[in-house]
T-cell receptor, first 111, second 115 residues
Framework: EDQVTQSPEALRLQEGESSSLNCSYTVSGLRGLFWYRQDPGKGPEFLFTLYSAGEEKEKERLKATLTKKESFLHITAPKPEDSATYLCAVLYSGGYQKVTFGTGTKLQVIP | DTGVSQDPRHKITKRGQNVTFRCDPISEHNRLYWYRQTLGQGPEFLTYFQNEAQLEKSRLLSDRFSAERPKGSFSTLEIQRTEQGDSAMYLC?????????????FGPGTRLTVL
C-alpha cells in the first residue's frame, strides 16, 4: 500500500512556465511533511517542513502548501537550474522516526 | 561547513565480499539514520540511532547488514557477503531532536556497485 504518492512522475517545463508538483499521503497522525530536492548522484537537499494543514512556506521560486490529504510544491517562473528530482516524505505517528518517501517528480526546465 | 559527510563516495566490490561505509553526522545532532536508494525510487529507511542506541531497524535490514554508532558520534554500516541486489546508493542523514518532529539532513551518499 502506497502511503506517499507523487505526481507527475516527470515534468518538462519551459523556462518561466509555472507549475505545481503534487504529493498525496494516506498516513494518519501526520507529524511532518518534508520536501527535498535531489540532483543526480547526490543526497537529498532539504527544502521545507510543513506540520499542519493550511501551512505554507516559501523559498525563492518555490512555495509549499499542505492540506489534510496532500501537499503541493509550486514552482514560479522556473529556471534551468531548478531541474532536479523533487522528493516528498512524511513522518507520522506509528512510524516512530521513520520518514517514508515518495518516488519523486523529475523536473526538467528547458531554456 | 559541518554538513553530513560519508565515506567512501563510491565503492565497487565483487559478490561475496564485505564492505563498510562511514557516516559523520552534523555535530551536535543526536539522531542518525541510514537509507538505501535505488534508481528511480525514493530513499528507503534502513535503521535509526538516537545517540549510541539503535532504536529502529527495517525489515530491509537483513542479517547481512549491521550498523553501529559507537559513542554516539560517527556511524558505520557493514554489509557482509554482498549480493548484486545490494547495489544502490546508501544515504546517511542526521537530525537534532527538538520537539516532536525533527528535520533530517542528508549526506552525499555512498554508491555501491556489486559485480
Amino acid at each position: 500500500e502506497d502511503q506517499v504518492t507523487q505526481s507527475p512522475e516527470a515534468l518538462r517545463l519551459q523556462e518561466g512556465e509555472s507549475s505545481s508538483l503534487n504529493c498525496s499521503y494516506t498516513v494518519s497522525g501526520l507529524r511532518g511533511l518534508f520536501w527535498y530536492r535531489q540532483d543526480p548522484g547526490k543526497g537529498p537537499e532539504f527544502l521545507f517542513t510543513l506540520y499542519s494543514a493550511g501551512e505554507e512556506k516559501e523559498k525563492e521560486r518555490l512555495k509549499a502548501t499542505l492540506t489534510k490529504k496532500e501537499s503541493f510544491l509550486h514552482i514560479t517562473a522556473p529556471k534551468p537550474e531548478d531541474s532536479a528530482t523533487y522528493l516528498c516524505a512524511v513522518l507520522y505517528s506509528g512510524g516512530y522516526q521513520k520518514v517514508t518517501f515518495g518516488t519523486g517528480t523529475k523536473l526538467q526546465v528547458i531554456p | 561547513d559541518t554538513g553530513v559527510s560519508q565515506d567512501p563516495r563510491h565503492k565497487i566490490t565483487k559478490r561475496g565480499q564485505n564492505v563498510t561505509f562511514r557516516c559523520d553526522p552534523i555535530s551536535e545532532h543526536n539522531r542518525l539514520y541510514w537509507y538505501r536508494q535505488t534508481l528511480g525510487q525514493g530513499p528507503e529507511f534502513l535503521t535509526y540511532f538516537q545517540n549510541e542506541a539503535q532504536l529502529e531497524k527495517s525489515r530491509l535490514l537483513s542479517d547481512r547488514f549491521s550498523a553501529e554508532r559507537p559513542k554516539g558520534s560517527f556511524s558505520t554500516l557493514e554489509i557482509q557477503r554482498t549480493e548484486q541486489g545490494d547495489s544502490a546508493m546508501y544515504l546517511c542523514a542526521s537530525s537534532f531532536r527538538a520537539g516532536g518532529t525533527d528535520t533530517q539532513y542528508f549526506g552525499p551518499g555512498t554508491r555501491l556497485t556489486v559485480l
